[in-house]
């Protein structure tokens, strides 16, 4: 399936940021607080996700106070979820399993759905829709994305869970389209260390 421009214009900005902070806190409050850290150190494509409570006004907030940013909602599990999303605002939508009820709802207001698969079979099906997250990563490595990637070649998948900041250049280099990264960029305090961390591994001549 083709992308329509919009969409093709979320992929190409997840594509040029590589790296997607996939953003979990106890709170919105906390949530909003990382969210903004996390753009001011240059990570602005995020994805907060639905296990945060209060995550419909959290994505409201950050969309408000960082307008640049692409923000994302993450473990979409349902329609609702897709629905509350797309009233909050949020610039697309990442479920971590096949969501069929999510699909119309990101269609309809024309949002990247990036949804989430192990299997061959669920990642070749959501890679024919346009982007598949492989979830979770950890448990085939970068070896298991390049036996994916063997037998569909040219799949823009972003691995999520479980990935280390000193891991991501495996997975890129394995053929991941982004990498989705979690509290190892941000729950300790040295947020921005880590973010420069991150952006010395990736190095600025990768594609």
């Not at 960029?185 to 961390?197: G, N, P, S």
């Amino acid at each position: 399936m083709t992308l329509s421009a919009a969409q093709e214009r979320t992929a190409q900005r997840i594509r040029s940021a590589q790296i997607v902070p996939v953003l979990r806190a106890p709170d919105a409050d906390a949530g909003r607080g990382l969210a903004l850290r996390l753009v001011a150190a240059g990570l602005d494509v995020l994805e907060l996700t639905a296990t945060i409570p209060g995550w419909p006004d959290l994505v409201a907030a950050v969309k408000a106070e960082a307008p640049d940013a692409v923000v994302g909602l993450g473990t979409v599990r349902s329609g609702a979820d897709a629905q509350r999303a797309v009233d909050r605002g949020a610039d697309f939508l990442v479920s971590p399993h096949p969501v069929p009820g999510a699909r119309p709802i990101a269609a309809e207001a024309d949002l990247l759905f990036v949804e989430g698969g192990i299997t061959p079979a669920e990642i070749g099906a959501a890679t024919d829709r346009g982007l598949a997250k492989m979830f979770p990563a950890h448990l085939g490595g970068p070896q298991y994305l390049k036996s994916v990637l063997s037998i569909l070649p040219g799949a823009r998948i972003i691995p999520t869970g479980g990935i280390a900041v000193r891991d991501i250049p495996a997975w890129l280099d394995a053929g991941a389209f982004a990498v989705g990264v979690g509290s190892d960029v941000y729950a300790a305090d040295d947020l921005e260390a880590k973010v420069a961390e991150l952006r010395e591994l990736i190095g600025a001549g990768r594609p």
